[in-house]
Every structure is written in C-alpha cells, then in structure tokens.
C-alpha cells in the first residue's frame, strides 16, 4: 500500500503540505467528514512535520522522553469536505515559545478553504508527566520563517 508523503509548501508558506483522500470512514450520517476526524488529520500532518525535520514520535518517546501534547484548539469548520474528496492540509509554525508552539492548519480543496485550525502544542517530560523547554537541537529546524 502507498501512503502520499508531505510535499513542498506553496511559495511563501513554511511548513508542509499533506495530501488528504477522504473515504468512507471518515464520513457521518450525514455524508460529511465528522468533525473530529478535522483534528485526526491535523495531528496526522503535525507528526508528518516532525518526521520531515528529522524526528520520529517513537524515538522520541522512548529515548528522550519526549512528548508534544495538545494544548488548546481553535478551530473553523467552514466547508464540508466528503467522501473521496482529494485534499491538502498545509501546516506551518507561526510561533514557538520555550516549551510549546503554535501551528496554523488549513485545509483546503483545491483552493476552496475548508478547515482553519490554530493549535497549540507543549513539550513535555514523559518521565515527570511535566512540561519541558523545547531542547535546543529540536529548536532551530522548528523557527518559524516569519515569526510572530
């Protein structure tokens, strides 16, 4: 089974961009993605990121102890998206702060905006189940290009 990779971002947007298929699964009664599943695929896109700087979850977690957990959730459900949609989610860092950052997560159809997201994610020690400053190595590949 092939699995579509994050790709370059657009000009002038930092980050990357995750092609999204939506199937069956994904849909409600209604015919619609549920809108949970909106912030499935945005920690999906978070984790492609992290790996596209180089980190994996896994090794993280068992050999540093390090974990990035969900803080707070804006989210803006503006369009349905529905089954077999092809979409893109672009996702990007607009501001790190010592022990968290904040992404902007938008997903689009073609170029129809569906779902606007800003998410807030903190580092933390999974030993201490305590938050922890970001550590250095991890912190130059997330700068944000344009700081906020």
């Not at 790709?7 to 999204?20: D, F, Y």
């Not at 993605?33 to 912030?39: E, F, I, P, S, T």
């Not at 700087?53 to 896994?58: A, M, T, V």
């Not at 957990?69 to 804006?74: D, K, L, M, Q, T």
């Amino acid at each position: 089974m092939h699995f579509p990779s994050p790709s370059s971002p657009p000009p002038g947007h930092t980050g990357i961009v995750l092609p999204i298929r939506i199937y069956y699964e994904d849909t409600d009664a209604a015919g619609v993605v549920y809108y949970a599943n909106y912030l499935r695929f945005c920690e999906r896109a978070r984790t492609e990121w992290l790996r596209s700087l180089g980190f994996e979850q896994h090794e993280l977690l068992t050999g540093r102890s390090i974990a990035f957990v969900v803080r707070s959730v804006e989210a803006r459900y503006v369009s349905p998206a529905r089954l077999d949609d092809a979409l893109t989610l672009q996702t990007r860092v607009v501001e790190l702060r010592g022990a968290s950052l904040t992404f902007e997560q938008q997903l689009f159809r073609e170029r129809e905006l569906l779902f606007d997201s800003r998410i807030t994610i903190a580092c933390i020690d999974t030993l201490r189940n305590r938050p922890m400053p970001i550590p250095p190595d991890m912190r130059v590949p997330m700068q944000p290009s344009n700081p906020t």
